[in-house]
């Protein structure tokens, strides 16, 4: 705020952070389910978009149960994303299924920082 006589002048501050730039999302996928449980061999699609302005690797991506929390299906990705691009990955459920609703967690690198991108599917 600044006053100057009698006139006011208000400045509006946005604080944007890196990983404002990244967008992850679940992009459909065939699964069977009873109940909450997603069965085995069911496959859900994941997608990152990279708006940072930066070349970033996307390096891994774990599921998380949703009943239980446990962690599953770590898979190494190690794929370079220019900004202004998307890329996708479809991850099968394992043997013991998994729970609704579902959280993918990304690893993604970038100048020599590690970030985390989750989205959430709950069918």
């Known amino acids: 705020v600044s006053f ?3 006139n006011i002048s208000l400045f509006k501050v946005t604080v944007k952070t890196f990983m404002d730039g990244i967008r992850v999302y ?3 996928g065939s699964f069977m ?3 909450n449980l997603i069965r085995y061999g069911s496959k859900i699609n994941w997608t990152v978009m990279n708006n ?7 390096d891994s ?5 949703g009943e239980n929390g446990n962690k599953t299906n770590t898979i190494s990705l190690n794929t ?6 998307s890329a996708g990955w479809t991850i099968t459920i394992p043997l013991a299924g998994i729970h609704a609703p579902v959280t993918a967690v990304f690893s993604i690198s970038c ?7 989750s989205a959430e599917y709950n069918p």
């Open 4 to 6: 100057d006589d009698y």
């Open 26 to 28: 679940c992009s459909g």
């Open 33 to 35: 389910m009873v109940d």
């Open 52 to 58: 940072t302005g930066q070349t970033v690797t996307v």
């Open 61 to 65: 991506i774990y599921l998380v149960d």
């Open 80 to 85: 370079d994303l220019e900004t202004g691009k």
């Open 111 to 117: 100048n020599g920082k590690t970030y985390t991108a």
